[in-house]
């Protein structure tokens, strides 16, 4: 692996946009720890400090690299453009203009994405909104981390929050169009690697050097059953008639459709953990002390045995929902039979399509079984152990494994390209 660091770098082009990656991020990484203007950041340092701000930790904390518990102008991090992407994917199903647009191809795709691009400074505005609301409120810090904002302070927070966003988007696709790897999923990764450190201090203060250890080993074990989850895949044989047109033959090849275990990657377990913060809501909102005394001990609490099997059920069932979505089996087989192939032993048309159902019934379910698993482990770690911070598990693991496979590839097919060994032999 040292072997292709260095040939990686021997490559004019290829270490140019190396270099332009690292750049990107050491930009990203400096807009963590601007503050928004307004914010006291003496005050605020000294309650992070002192650990006041724990109730903000949490998704959208973590895919902002810490920028949300700082109050930097990247505070929203990518959330905003991630649930714009997912709007737009379940939009794509029930909107016959935007399936329209998913099939044209390269423009449709970048209408699309222009699209996306509006939903995304929208939810930013919105979210930037709420955020400068609840720091001044006293919700969700425990102070008030703007003491004494007028009305234009209040303005010009929200705007700069939405502006940060807009620049992390804008950073991403600089990343993705003249750098190395998915730029979105790259600056997810950098954020998630940047938390390591507290929370491996957190680890050692609350449990000890041999507590830090133990995550290490059971870290890399994950790390390594989260690969061999992510590359398993169930292949569909499919064969190809030979046509004839004039003096000319096609046809006549064979292929496979491959379905992963894991269809719809992380997604679910994002649609759950968002879920999971409607209750307490809900209770607020309700004004009634048993609801909310109920919801206290049972679904805000992260190592109460019912709020983990309430977030493996809604993950599980988001695994199913969004393998449902994300791949018409109809289509597919339509598709395969405009072109002549078909499934050796299956009728084309009609029994293909209820077989690739079958088959993708029967995959989600271990998949979305282990999904559960390993975002529900540092719930169960902490119920059990009463370990509060686990570095090497949950969403982290699965985004970190999904992104350093993908990365990795990129790299390797352009060694493999100029005659050099890649990562992966």
Do not use: C, H
């Amino acid at each position: 692996m040292l072997r292709a660091f260095v040939s990686a770098f021997k490559i004019p082009d290829l270490r140019k946009k190396l270099l332009f990656t690292l750049g990107i991020i050491a930009i990203y990484r400096l807009g963590g720890w601007i503050p928004v203007p307004g914010v006291d950041v003496d005050i605020l340092g000294e309650a992070v400090g002192a650990g006041e701000a724990a109730a903000l930790v949490g998704i959208v904390n973590l895919f902002s690299g810490g920028a949300l518990q700082q109050m930097a102008i990247f505070a929203l991090g990518i959330m905003p453009y991630i649930t714009a992407s997912i709007i737009m994917q379940l939009l794509a199903v029930v909107i016959p203009k935007l399936e329209e647009l998913k099939k044209e191809g390269e423009q449709g795709r970048k209408k699309i994405t222009q699209y996306t691009r509006y939903a995304t400074v929208g939810l930013a505005l919105l979210q930037s909104t709420g955020l400068v609301t609840i720091a001044q409120n006293e919700a969700a810090f425990g102070f008030d981390a703007m003491p004494g904002a007028g009305t234009g302070t209040i303005i010009l927070a929200v705007l700069t929050l939405t502006t940060g966003t807009t620049v992390i988007m804008w950073l991403g696709e600089l990343i993705t169009a003249r750098g190395v790897g998915n730029g979105m999923s790259l600056l997810i990764y950098v954020s998630i690697i940047s938390q390591f450190p507290s929370q491996f201090m957190i680890v050692e203060t609350e449990n000890g050097m041999g507590a830090v250890v133990g995550v290490l080993i059971a870290g890399l074990f994950l790390t390594v059953a989260v690969v061999f989850m992510e590359l398993g895949q169930r292949r569909i044989p499919v064969q190809y008639a030979r046509r004839q047109v004039g003096r000319r033959s096609y046809g006549g090849q064979s292929t496979y459709i491959p379905l992963k275990v894991n269809q719809s990657g992380v997604i679910p377990v994002i649609f759950a953990s968002a879920l999971m913060f409607l209750p307490g809501l809900a209770a607020q909102v309700s004004g009634s002390p048993a609801f909310a005394q109920w919801t206290e001990e049972n679904l805000t609490q992260a190592d109460s045995p019912f709020y983990i099997i309430v977030f493996v059920a809604l993950t599980v069932f988001f695994a199913y929902f969004y393998s449902a979505i994300t791949f018409n089996p109809v289509e597919v087989a339509d598709n395969m039979k405009r072109y002549g192939g078909f499934i050796p032993g299956i009728r084309p048309g009609r029994q293909t399509a209820e077989y690739l159902d079958k088959v993708l019934t029967r995959i989600t379910l271990p998949g979305s079984l282990y999904l559960a698993t390993v975002a529900a482990l540092p719930f169960i770690l902490l119920a059990v152990l009463g370990i509060s911070a686990f570095p090497l598990g949950g969403v982290s693991l699965l985004i970190m494994v999904g992104v350093g496979l993908n990365t990795m590839q990129q790299i390797n097919s352009q060694l493999m390209q100029r005659n050099y060994e890649g990562f992966i032999r």
